[in-house]
């Protein structure tokens, strides 16, 4: 019985042994293709969101919603109208859950508005 037995562990440990590296390559796989970013050009209006202790959030013009991970103080005006380019970070996540996360690599001013209808 006891042979019976140590057979079984040491074939649950070989099959164990075997499968692990297919595991890891599935997860690799996994994890590079998360790091792919998108490359994302917009129109649209920096806002100041009061929820969790305030943020900036990017509102394009096509109703996509932003949280910029590196808006410049100088860019951070509630109702100013801005161009965007950027990639969109998908390997990353934020306190504020409030659109995709955008890495802005370029930003121009077009102007400022006094709607605050989006909050």
Request: aromatic share 10%.
């Amino acid at each position: 019985m006891r042979s019976f037995i140590y057979f079984c562990l040491l074939s649950l440990l070989i099959a164990f042994s075997q499968s692990t590296p297919l595991i890891a390559q599935k997860a690799k796989i996994t994890r590079e293709r998360t790091t792919v970013n998108e490359q994302v050009k917009f129109t649209g209006r920096v806002r100041f969101m009061t929820i969790e202790g305030g943020f900036y959030a990017l509102y394009a013009d096509d109703g996509r919603v932003f949280t910029p991970s590196n808006l410049a103080k100088k860019y951070q005006q509630d109702g100013l109208l801005v161009e965007v380019t950027g990639q969109i970070l998908t390997d990353m996540m934020s306190y504020q859950q409030h659109g995709k996360i955008l890495q802005v690599t370029s930003i121009t001013i077009i102007g400022l508005t006094e709607d605050s209808s989006i909050r």
